[in-house]
Nanobody, 117 residues
């Protein structure tokens, strides 16, 4: 069974940085696509960044240049480095994996990021 566990969220001031982690088990991050999503109260869950099995990355325009997604195959984990955070980045951030061999999706429980002075 696939499990994704996010960590690293918290309260940060505008302009600050946070690094989110997503620890995976039951699957291999190096051969699947992993992504970060976020959801604010009253809004739909929205994808933020993704990394493919080939290591290609893609970002939404609203985080491009500020956020970086990366992967550590040895630790079977994916990360989201967030810099120059803005109040509008406040949301619960979720890790998502597309398990290509089964064409199924797995989600973590999320980690809350609050950007406020």
């Amino acid at each position: 069974q696939v499990h994704l566990v996010e960590s690293g969220g918290g309260l940060v001031q505008p302009g600050g940085s946070l690094r989110l982690s997503c620890a995976a088990s039951g699957m291999n991050v190096s051969v699947n696509t992993l992504a970060w999503y976020r959801q604010s109260p009253g809004t739909q869950r929205d994808w933020v960044a993704l990394i493919t099995s080939a290591g290609d990355t893609n970002y939404r325009d609203f985080v491009r240049g500020r956020f970086t997604i990366s992967r550590d195959d040895a630790k079977n984990a994916v990360y989201l480095e967030m810099n120059n955070l803005k109040p509008e980045d406040t949301a619960k951030y979720y890790c998502m994996a597309h398990i290509s061999a089964r064409d199924k999706y797995a989600w973590g429980e999320g980690t809350l990021v609050t950007v406020s002075s």
